[in-house]
């Protein structure tokens, strides 16, 4: 990509050069250009693709002086600017990130890089993935790691993550973890990860490893466990960075059924490959661009409280580069390592309230179907206002199967016995609470 400087001429308007964007791209003979303001300079930026597009070894910029001086564990290499030099940022100052484009645009590369570039500086004691892959394709590479987690099971069994369900039971565990970290470092009087660390090296004590949770195609998840998966996001994003869990979410919808205002509020990072559509670049950078990209790795990566996106071209890497580095670290017989999460903490904190919240609303929804015989969004939105709840409802309904929609119908239907049983197993258990 060149970038060419425009000085306006004093009166003339920079609506004036954006208005006239395809006609630049038309005598250029070239698509993908961007008008961008530069203010340092007071100039106006025309960026024009290179018709040979340059590949950004991943690395080059992990051999530069930026990368190697950055003390951070979760120091990322993400690609080149648009002047040519390195871009090395930080994860654990982001918080979180959200990664957006469309199919075939980046997204999987740059995870690539991002894992990449975290297995260059961190033994599996000081950082671990929790490597979340319903499309089976990018992540099974990276099975035999010793940095891969689970906390829902043991070291020895952790793997990647592919089922909905299972995703949103490691979820809903590592919010656990999270709430016990806390509690653990409440208990030696430090805020943060960092600072427990260093507490831990000055009395011997054992140290805390950092999580990173990549999930690899978020819209896969929310289609089929929407409510449970975004409740541990939130939490998890709003409260885990102290205690060194940080979230990584890529998808190619990012429509707002995926990325929820929820989720948006907590992810200030996003990295926005080639969109299909201006709304689509809108969703995730909140301002147009994301879809004049050229798609294989250029970039705009917008920094937590930036205004402007940096454009970058995405650090590549093949899988023959990856599967390198992997064999060295398998290699290095590096223990597979961790605590599971005591059954202690499990009872005491976090779901006990979700849960109640969660089934608050489905009793009387039960009996409200049991009564009309019927379900549909407009019957639940009546009576129990709002189509956000509406909606939720209708997705625990049909988790817990109490209703199905068969395939090729657009008719839910509804199987009455088991809402029976289970209202007069609810019943039941009621009843014996009040008596003992
Ligand atoms: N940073 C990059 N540099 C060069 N080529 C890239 C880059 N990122 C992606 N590509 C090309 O685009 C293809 C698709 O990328 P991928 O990351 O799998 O897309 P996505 O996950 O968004 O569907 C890759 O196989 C590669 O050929
Ligand atoms: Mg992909």
Not at 83 to 88: A, Q, R, T
Not at 248 to 260: E, G
Request: aromatic share 6%.
């Amino acid at each position: 990509m060149t970038r060419y400087d425009l000085v306006l001429s004093p009166g003339i308007r920079i609506q004036t050069v954006s208005g006239i964007i395809d006609n630049i791209s038309l005598a250029m003979r070239t698509a993908s250009i961007r008008v961008v303001p530069i203010p340092e300079k007071a100039v106006v930026g025309i960026e024009v693709p290179n018709s040979s597009g340059l590949i950004v070894g991943l690395k080059g910029i992990l051999e530069s002086a930026a990368f190697e001086n950055s003390k951070s564990l979760l120091t990322l290499a993400l690609g080149k600017t648009t002047d040519g030099s390195g871009y090395v940022t930080d994860l654990a100052s982001m918080p979180h990130l959200l990664i957006a484009g469309a199919t075939g645009s980046g997204k999987s590369v740059s995870i690539h890089a991002i894992i990449l570039s975290i297995l260059y500086k961190a033994r599996p004691d000081e950082v671990k993935f929790m490597l979340i892959d319903p499309k089976r394709v990018e992540m099974p590479i990276y099975r035999d790691i010793p940095h891969i987690y689970n906390p829902c099971t043991c070291a020895a069994d952790a793997d990647i993550i592919t089922g909905p369900r299972e995703a949103a039971a490691a979820l809903k565990k590592l919010v656990n973890v999270m709430d016990e970290r806390y509690t653990k470092f409440a208990k030696e009087m430090v805020r943060n990860i960092e600072s427990y660390n260093s507490k831990m090296v000055e009395t011997g004590g054992e140290k805390e490893f950092y999580v990173v949770v990549i999930i690899d195609e978020l819209a896969d998840l929310m289609i089929v466990v929407q409510k449970e998966i975004e409740d541990s996001i939130q939490r998890l994003a709003q409260m885990a960075r102290a205690v060194g869990i940080h979230l990584i979410l890529a998808t190619q919808r990012p429509s707002v059924n995926v990325i929820t205002g929820i989720i948006k509020a907590n992810f200030p990072a996003r990295l926005s490959f080639q969109t299909t559509s201006k709304i689509d670049s809108r969703v995730i950078l909140d301002m147009l661009g994301a879809e004049c990209l050229m798609g294989k790795g250029d970039m705009l990566f917008l920094p937590p409280g930036e205004a402007r996106p940096a454009r970058l071209q995405g650090a590549y890497v093949s899988l023959k580069e990856a599967e390198k580095v992997i064999s060295f670290i398998n290699g290095q017989n590096f223990p597979r390592l961790y605590e599971p999460v005591s059954a202690e903490v499990e009872r005491n904190v976090g779901f006990n309230a979700d849960e109640e919240k969660r089934t608050r609303d489905l009793i009387p929804a039960l009996k409200l179907i049991n009564e009309r015989k019927r379900i549909s969004q407009d019957l639940l939105k009546a009576n129990f206002g709002g189509s956000a709840r509406a909606t939720n409802i209708l997705s625990i309904l049909e988790t817990e199967d109490f209703i199905t929609k068969p395939e090729g119908t657009n008719k839910w239907q509804i199987d009455y016995d088991k809402i029976k049983q289970y209202l007069e197993e609810t019943e039941r258990k009621a009843c014996g609470e009040k008596q003992s």
